[in-house]
């Protein structure tokens, strides 16, 4: 019974002894240190929701086989620094550059007096652009949910103004269907200043202390308004605003750097 005991006892010795020198089968995460306060953040995505409805409809009236695009989903890209003085409550001044393009084309027939009766009044062809590249400087103050460690998620939310400046231009080319003689095109630019809101919503995955994945949602508030050169009711030239709106919203996605 004594040898049976002795045996059985060396076999557990021998047992947790081999379990202990072999790797485990979870290893443990590796500690970097605590997160910095302060990171800047690079981020790529798209921007969608922007529209010019009143613009188009204004210059389609009148036109015949037209086909007009409004701003589609666009291409943006913003940078970050912000600083947390309290683990879950940060400040983050921002700045980010969009590319929004709208198009149209088509034809109308142009009211001029013929030189006589059996003369057919001049159809012209046109083709024309309207692009905004919209660059914005946010301040925003940021509450997050938990208070990140490494290797984990950090989701937040928050809020803030910024100024928006839209460069916004205009370019239409015609032609004469019949004699192929172009007609002036008209162009027009214009740069402004406007006040704008915002809301967001984002994550942090942490792969190390310093370094972070990022992923981001913003609610934008923004109105422009760009003049062009339009006919009154007494057939005199006269500028006429129109409201664009540059109500918006962006999803990105980039890189994190805590310092």
Do not use: C
């Amino acid at each position: 019974m004594i040898k049976r005991a002795v045996t059985a006892a060396l076999i557990l010795i021998l047992a947790f002894a081999s379990l202990s020198s072999a790797d485990p089968i979870l290893k443990p995460r590796k500690y970097h240190g605590p997160i910095p306060p302060g990171s800047i953040s690079l981020k790529f995505g798209f921007i969608g929701g922007a529209d010019n409805a009143p613009m188009i409809s204004f210059l389609d009236l009148g036109k015949r086989n037209f086909a007009s695009k409004d701003f589609s989903t666009a291409f943006s890209v913003d940078g970050a620094y912000m600083y947390k003085p309290h683990p879950q409550v940060g400040v983050r001044v921002g700045a980010s550059a969009s590319f929004l393009r709208s198009s149209g084309d088509g034809s109308f027939v142009k009211n001029v007096i013929p030189d006589s009766l059996n003369q057919a009044l001049p159809q012209i062809d046109y083709d024309r652009t309207f692009d905004i590249d919209l660059f914005v400087v946010e301040l925003s103050a940021v509450y997050f949910f938990n208070d990140a460690s490494v290797n984990e998620f950090q989701s937040y939310i928050g809020g803030g103004f910024g100024l928006g400046i839209p460069h916004a231009k205009f370019k239409e080319t015609r032609i004469d269907v019949d004699t192929k003689i172009p007609e002036p095109s008209v162009e027009r630019d214009r740069w402004s200043a406007e006040a704008a809101l915002h809301g967001l919503l984002g994550m942090f995955y942490y792969l190390t202390n310093k370094t972070a994945l990022t992923a981001e949602t913003r609610v934008q508030v923004m109105q422009t308004k760009f003049p062009l050169t339009a006919t009154n009711e007494i057939g005199a030239a006269e500028d006429v605003k129109f409201d664009v709106n540059l109500n918006n919203f962006f999803f990105t996605v980039g890189v994190t750097r805590a310092f």
